[in-house]
């Protein structure tokens, strides 16, 4: 029997699924010299994940800059705090790579973020918004993107928790590492259901799209 994959799923419907947990080990990375280590483990794996953290603002006119860059892999993701290392030598070598896939999600936005904090020449990188749209799935964000293709919901109660704090909650790290993780994964089954076609794309009638279930530039991420 075919996978059953949906060009739209309403917000409601994401809620009631059970809530995923990230399976592997998570690496907190707060010295260049530990990212260095990171960066060389990261660069010999086939496809990354990536995402970024910012501390938000509830102050107008007030930026922070990014503090947190998550690079995963489907085992293990590592946490750079780039409030402490800022774009040290070893995260811009990452960032510039042009030979591992790396994969994330509206990634542009990113990269602007990042770029705040140094030069780099960006690499190669590949947005899912992009790939998603190949086998006829319209949502953008990370959350239903994720609920369509695995049937798990993506909790996002800690987006907008303080991403610059001395010591990171447990339940932050499992957000953050979540985040790329699911980016690994995702695209791995698109890529999986382009070559074997075992899939079949339910369209569902936009009229159906209820009041509650409008865009939401929050849940991109």
Same mark, same amino acid.
């Given at each position: 029997m075919k996978k059953l994959i949906y060009n739209r799923i309403d917000k409601a419907s994401v809620g009631l699924l059970k809530k995923v947990f990230f399976p592997g080990k998570i690496?907190?990375?707060y010295s260049p010299s530990e990212a260095e280590k990171a960066v060389d483990y990261l660069l010999s794996q086939p496809i990354l994940g990536l995402d970024t953290?910012? /501390?938000? @603002?509830?102050? $107008?006119?007030k930026h922070y800059k990014c503090a947190?860059? &998550?690079v995963a892999t489907n085992s $293990?993701?590592? %946490? #750079? /705090? !780039?409030?402490r290392i800022g774009m040290c030598p070893a995260v811009a070598r990452l960032l510039s790579d042009k030979t591992v896939t790396k994969v994330g999600l +509206?990634?542009?936005?990113?990269? %602007? @973020? !990042?770029?705040? %904090?140094?030069? #780099?020449? +960006?690499?190669? #990188?590949?947005?899912? &918004?992009t790939v998603v749209r190949e086998i006829g799935i319209e949502d953008q964000s990370l959350v239903k993107i994720y609920a369509n293709l695995f049937g798990e919901r993506i909790s996002k109660a800690d987006r907008l928790s303080n991403w610059e704090r001395d010591i990171l909650k447990d339940s932050q790290k499992s957000y953050a590492a979540i985040d790329a993780w699911a980016c690994v994964r995702i695209y791995e089954e698109i890529k999986r259901l382009q070559s074997t076609g075992d899939y079949e794309l339910v369209v569902n009638d936009p009229e159906v799209k209820s009041e509650n279930d409008e865009t939401d530039i929050s849940e991109t991420r």
């Open positions: 690496f907190v990375i953290e910012t /501390r938000p @603002s509830f102050e $107008k006119g947190l860059l &998550q $293990k993701c590592f %946490l #750079f /705090r !780039l409030n +509206a990634w542009n936005n990113d990269l %602007l @973020s !990042l770029h705040e %904090l140094g030069h #780099f020449e +960006a690499g190669t #990188f590949v947005d899912l &918004q």
